[in-house]
């Protein structure tokens, strides 16, 4: 984060529940709402562990949002 901000990129952090990569019901819901009130065409980096744990979801994403997955 602090090196895209270093590059002039406006980052924004959305935390997920502290259950993943094991989330809970609640924890998927709150993911879903979190990636639906992204604006259309935003850049977005998902954690590889969380992406992994809520496929459906980024899926219902994929085709308005630009994804990048962090692997590390």
Avoid: C, E, N, Y
Wanted: charged residues 15%; without cysteine; positive net charge.
């Amino acid at each position: 984060m602090a090196g895209l901000t270093s590059l002039g990129w406006v980052v924004q952090v959305r935390g997920l529940d502290a259950t993943f990569p094991a989330p809970t019901a609640t924890a998927l819901a709150d993911a879903q709402h979190a990636l639906a009130a992204i604006a259309d065409d935003t850049r977005v980096l998902i954690d590889g562990l969380a992406l992994g744990a809520m496929p459906q979801i980024a899926a219902a994403h994929r085709q308005r949002l630009r994804s990048t997955i962090s692997r590390r």
